[in-house]
């Protein structure tokens, strides 16, 4: 029934250690997205994929990629986890892009933390 | 530049006062502005966006473009109120660009 969801919504494990977050929407949206939030809850748009195409990548190291196997699906896979990259992850998707674009619904957040 | 400020981390009050979060923006061009909710460890949500003009849990904003300002309001604050509130602006490629979060915290 949920929206948007992720797994998992806690992780944590050994700096050095390679890492996956899976997304998943079941709104027929076309558009997704993976947000970032620090420890002082700063939220900042890391990636967006638009009909499995990425169109936004902020300056976020290489050690992050993320994967869109079809529309419905967004995964985040971090090598080499640093202690920086702990924080809580946001999948979020909506309809359309660029000035086009709907409503975004978000998920419920994975915590990671890095050890 | 596009660019959101929310001068205030944390703003209290009491249970029945009124609230302004006040937020800023910096966009050349005809604004997208929302504003949205985050209540403790649960997922954001929208809470209201100017182009609907609408009144969300008994808050409102406008959008003053002489001011670039949309500040969100509410007359009579509840505990219910407590959380974080993010307000954001349509980037140019749809994504959304918050500001930093004002932590409301309403108390009895």
């Known amino acids: 029934d949920t929206a948007v969801s992720q797994t998992p919504k806690y992780l944590v494990t050994q700096m050095g250690n390679d890492k996956s977050i899976k997304c998943e929407q079941n709104?027929?949206?076309?558009?997704m997205y993976w947000y970032k939030q620090d420890s002082k809850k700063f939220l900042k748009i890391m990636f967006s994929?638009?009909?499995?195409?990425?169109?936004i990548n902020e300056t976020v190291p290489n050690r992050f990629s993320p994967k869109s196997p079809d529309k419905a699906h967004l995964n985040l896979h971090i090598n080499s986890l640093e202690l920086g990259d702990s924080a809580v992850y946001f999948c979020?998707?909506?309809?359309?892009?660029?000035?086009?674009?709907?409503?975004?619904?978000f998920g419920e957040g994975s915590r990671l933390t890095v050890l | 530049a596009q660019r959101v400020t929310q001068p205030e981390k944390l703003l209290s009050v009491f249970k029945g006062a009124p609230v302004e979060l006040k937020c800023n923006y910096s966009?050349?061009?005809?604004?997208?502005l929302f504003w949205y909710v985050q209540y403790s460890r649960q997922r954001l949500q929208l809470l209201l966006r100017?182009?609907s003009r609408e009144s969300i849990k008994g808050f409102t904003a406008d959008l003053n473009k002489g001011e670039t300002s949309f500040h969100l309001k509410k007359p009579f604050a509840q505990e219910e109120d407590s959380a974080m509130y993010y307000c954001?602006?349509?980037?140019?490629?749809?994504?959304?660009?918050f500001g930093k979060g004002t932590k409301l915290s309403v108390k009895p």
């Open positions: 994929y638009n009909n499995k195409e990425l169109i």
């Open positions: 954001a602006l349509r980037g140019s490629q749809g994504n959304l660009i």
């Open positions: 966009y050349s061009g005809s604004p997208e």
């Open positions: 979020a998707s909506s309809q359309g892009w660029g000035r086009n674009t709907g409503e975004l619904f």
């Open positions: 709104l027929g949206h076309d558009t």
């Open positions: 100017h182009i």
